[in-house]
């Protein structure tokens, strides 16, 4: 598999790229300093993802996703155990004790988080293969995990097999740290095919 192989470093770098910009937007919305970091990136499959949030043993089930499609197409989604949700929205929303449930204000912040931080990423993406993508509008989960909206990605067209890029997501604002997962899921065929036409034009 290339994405197994071959420029996981590049997917690094274009990443940070994108969640670089996404601090940065965010730091202006709320008026102060946001730092935004992904720490270490793997590329695996959907079976793998799963023993890999099994072993991390939190449940990310407060999560925004939203669809993409363009020369790739998936699904991305920024996933937070409930209580960071929770802590993330009380920071951004100025509020002095963290809440015990998301009401409206809150989820529209989470939300607007996630649009922000994926768009980045998945502009970045874009930017490497010199293409587009057309987003859906972002949605909150707190029903479904990762796993439940990644699979939904994988049902909506079982004959392509998926590739996932999988990191751990980390807020820093006002002082706390407040952690999550990016999740990005691909056909792998067309990004294989991606890939392959970006190195033999820069060949």
């Not at 204000?105 to 998945?122: A, F, P, Q």
């Amino acid at each position: 598999m290339i994405l197994e192989s071959l420029h996981q470093d590049a997917f690094s770098e274009v990443i940070n790229v994108g969640i670089g910009r996404a601090g940065s937007m965010l730091s202006d919305l709320v008026s102060q300093r946001i730092e935004l970091h992904v720490p270490e990136l793997r590329i695996c499959t959907l079976d793998e993802l799963n023993e890999l949030l099994k072993s991390n043993g939190e449940l990310l089930d407060t999560s925004i996703y939203q669809d993409f499609q363009g020369r790739v197409n998936g699904r991305a989604i920024l996933g937070f155990p409930r209580e960071s949700g929770l802590k993330l929205g009380q920071i951004l929303a100025g509020l002095d004790d963290t809440p015990d449930e998301l009401d409206v204000d809150l989820s529209g912040i989470l939300v607007e988080v996630g649009n922000i931080v994926m768009n980045g990423v998945l502009g970045s993406i874009a930017n490497m293969f010199e293409s587009q993508l057309s987003y859906t509008v972002p949605e909150l989960s707190v029903t479904d995990g990762v796993m439940e909206l990644a699979r939904v990605n994988w049902l909506a067209r079982p004959d392509m097999e998926q590739t996932v890029i999988y990191s751990d997501a980390h807020f820093s604002v006002a002082g706390t740290d407040v952690h999550g997962s990016l999740v990005l899921i691909f056909r792998l065929q067309e990004i294989e095919k991606a890939i392959s036409s970006l190195l033999m034009a820069t060949a």
